[in-house]
């Protein structure tokens, strides 16, 4: 069983900045890919940023620029520094990792819990 630990959520004023952190713990081969994810009430889920074992990074176009994920897959860390927070960044944010459970290529999907991310005006 995979278990993702997140912390780092809470409340900031627009244009203040938070720094959310997850900890992949359990039994793992490899981490293929692990990312963010946000939704807000009513809202559909999106992907907020991910990277890659090689590496690789992906951001949102909706916080490019202001978002930067970072860590290590193959230690199980990842890490999303968000500046110049604006009210519309306001959601509950999911980390997720695509983990390989098989020597034989079977993955498997797994989410956090999620951390509340509040911005006022």
């Known amino acids: 069983q995979v278990r993702l630990v997140e912390s780092g959520g809470g409340l900031v004023q627009a244009g203040g900045s938070l720094r959310l952190s997850c900890a992949a713990s359990g039994t793992i081969f490899s981490i293929n890919a692990m990312g963010w994810y946000r939704q807000a009430p009513g809202k559909q889920r999106e992907l907020v940023a991910s990277i890659t074992s090689d590496g690789s990074r992906s951001t949102a176009d909706s916080v490019k620029g202001r978002v930067t994920i970072s860590g290590d897959n193959a230690k199980g860390t990842v890490y999303l520094q968000m500046n110049s927070l604006k009210p519309e960044d306001t959601a509950v944010y999911y980390c997720?990792?695509?983990?390989?459970?098989?020597?034989?290529?079977?993955?498997?999907?797994?989410w956090g819990q999620g951390t509340q991310v509040t911005v006022s005006s």
């Open positions: 997720n990792a695509n983990v390989r459970v098989g020597v034989w290529g079977a993955t498997d999907t797994y």
